[in-house]
Nanobody
Framework: QVQLAESGGGLVQAGGSLRRSCAAS????????LGWFRQAPGKEREFVGV???????LYEDSVKGRFTISRDSAKNSAYLQMNSLNTEDTAVYYC??????????????WGQGTQVTVSS
């Protein structure tokens, strides 16, 4: 079992930055890929990006070059650095632990989700 605790959401103006954190406890953190997903009102949950246990990353096209995922195994944590935010990035953001995949079905453990709101 893995527990994920998220922090770092909030309100930011367009063009600004936020950093999301996801702290894991339980089973060996390095065995899992850490993915980030988001869900905007009235929309389905969508893939944002993922980092594998050995640091490989994959991003959704709309966030490439703006968002960066990293992890610190010593702290059992992963991070989502979001730059150049725009109003379309407004959503509830979730971290998840599982397989290195774009599909939410491949993730077994989920954080509680945190709202990110970008104002114009």
């Amino acid at each position: 079992q893995v527990q994920l605790a998220e922090s770092g959401g909030g309100l930011v103006q367009a063009g600004g930055s936020l950093r999301r954190s996801c702290a894991a406890s339980g089973r060996t953190f390095s065995n899992y890929a850490l993915g980030w997903f988001r869900q905007a009102p009235g929309k389905e949950r969508e893939f944002v990006g993922v980092i594998s246990g050995n640091g490989l990353t994959l991003y959704e096209d709309s966030v490439k070059g703006r968002f960066t995922i990293s992890r610190d195994s010593a702290k059992n944590s992963a991070y989502l650095q979001m730059n150049s935010l725009n109003t379309e990035d407004t959503a509830v953001y979730y971290c998840a632990a599982g397989y290195y995949s774009r599909s939410s079905n491949r993730y077994d453990y989920w954080g509680q989700g945190t709202q990110v709101t970008v104002s114009s």
